[in-house]
């Protein structure tokens, strides 16, 4: 029964990046409208954004199958 309360836990705690990734790329789309210049700048600063958002995803399901793994 623990095992699958971390995969509940996992799939809510997902939620968190993936609201994240949606936000950093609507304000890149936001930035580069209002200046286009300033495309590359932006684009290197949302893609580090992007990578630190899903780091923390692939930290959580790591955790769910070590927490899971360790309970049974």
Known sequence: MGGSLNMIGYGLAAIGPGIGIGLIFAAYINGVARQPEAQSRLQ????????????????????AFVLKASNT
């Open 44 to 63: 290197s600063i949302a893609i580090l954004g992007f990578a630190l958002a899903e780091a923390l995803a692939i930290i959580g399901i790591a955790l």
